[in-house]
T-cell receptor, first 115, second 113 residues
């Protein structure tokens, strides 16, 4: 199994809603990532979890709250978002071990629209 | 901080060879990756360099010079399906021993008949 699975694929929410994006991998990877990608732009790193601990937070607003319940799951909780937060949210995982290639495997993304 | 530069757009002919350059300035360098991304799809891994030199993988090759902060991706025998965005990405290690992959803006390659 070399897949990273993200749900939902599409999400429309209002600015007062609370929703969550979910990501799952069963490759035994110990590092998981959230990226945000706007149209015709490269992915921008948001969060990195290494061995289930948050290791990098790229100054992301608190309306985005990541959670790593276990080594296979990564969630992104959304609350009070703004229309400019509409984007494709990509989850990725990697071995996360020094010396390894560290190739990132990406999920297909969750396309979020904030009204 | 990171500074990763690559051309915005390139056009090449089917069957030809194209070279996409990438320059970077970063601290904590721990490897350089190339990803391919078709419109509306997730990025897919193409190649990885951590030491200087050329890595060849079928029609794709990637080169790295760490002293110059320079890499290129070489695509041979271009096919129409190679039309995509090519993302140069630098892996860095931060003080918390976390690895992060930071992407350049991407090069949009158009392959014409």
């Amino acid at each position: 199994d070399t897949e990273v699975t993200q749900t939902p694929k599409h999400l429309v929410m209002g600015m007062t809603n609370k929703k969550s994006l979910k990501c799952e991998q069963h490759m035994g990877h110990r590092a998981m990532y959230w990226y945000k990608q706007k149209a015709k732009k490269p992915p921008e790193l948001m969060f990195v979890y290494s061995y289930e601990k948050l290791s990098i937070n790229e100054s992301v607003p608190s309306r985005f709250s990541p959670e790593c319940p276990n080594s296979s799951l990564l969630n992104l909780h959304l609350h009070a978002l703004q229309p400019e937060d509409s984007a494709l949210y990509l989850c990725a995982s990697s071995q996360g071990i020094a010396g390894e290639t560290g190739e990132l495997f990406f999920g297909e993304g969750s396309r979020l629209t904030v009204l | 901080g990171q500074n990763i530069d690559q051309p915005t757009e390139m056009t090449a002919t089917e069957g030809a060879i194209v070279q996409i350059n990438c320059t970077y300035q970063t601290s904590g360098f721990n490897g350089l990756f190339w990803y391919q991304q078709h419109a509306g799809e997730a990025p897919t891994f193409l190649s990885y360099n951590v030491l200087d030199g050329l890595e060849e993988k079928g029609r794709f090759s990637s080169f790295l010079s760490r002293s110059k902060g320079y890499s290129y991706l070489l695509l041979k025998e271009l096919q129409m399906k190679d039309s995509a965005s090519y993302l140069c990405a630098v892996r860095v290690i931060n003080s918390n021993s976390g690895y992060a992959l930071n992407f350049g803006k991407g090069t949009s390659l158009l392959v014409t008949p």
